[in-house]
């Protein structure tokens, strides 16, 4: 995570540059001392993430999008979905989909030799498997750039949500259910068109809160201090077929 957060910070510091802000006017702005910013951006001092998100502000920019622009580069073009090739191969060698969903989830090669039952000659073959299809770019000092967005979105017809997404969620759900304790919500509400479509927003934007704050941790914290959570967030029109089965 250092070398992420090392990043983030150098994307920082060329937007302050580039802004054509001087240090000096930026400390003002946050109300520090100009050693302080200094200290800051070059890494010397712990940044607190509502000083990162004033700086944000400061310059004009999403922490989303910097965080973006960190890990893949201001001039490079982030794919937001998988192609049918990519989607085809990922679905059809559960090893090389599982390492690919692990470096969605913000795990590194470290990190992975640790966890996972894999060696360091088979993870290699992997690396340069995903790198070949272009969903990651593997270096030879064997660093680890994402090519496409960790959250890039599945083909509603193609291989990966039909073979892993309905068993990932009968799983989840069978466990956050199957615990007496946990925070689970379950509603049939009768609503207008135009409430659904409230409900709907505010959904999207707890979805983009709870992305940007992955982002944020991902970028600044020691891999130690996260844990991983999944969370479901749905709505639909629907009634469950127990009561359609009795309705005319």
Known sequence: MASDFNRLLSTLKGLVKTSG?????????????EPTVKRILSGKSKIKLDTLEEICKILKVDFFELAKMARFGPSTESIPFLSPEQEEALGSDEELFTLFYAFTLGYTIPKILKEFVWTENKLEGFLLKLDRLKVIEYSTNKKVKMLVFRK????????????YMMTMLEDFCSKVYGEKRGNRYFFNYPLSDQSREL????????????ERLSEIEIMSLPEENINFTSILLASKPWMPGFIEKYKK
Do not use: N, Q
């Open 21 to 33: 802000m001087t240090y000096a006017e930026l400390s003002k702005k946050l109300g520090v001392s």
């Open 152 to 163: 890039a979105r599945w083909s509603y017809e193609g291989p990966l949500l039909k073979k």
């Open 199 to 210: 409900v709907e927003e505010k959904i999207r934007d707890l979805a983009r809160e709870i």
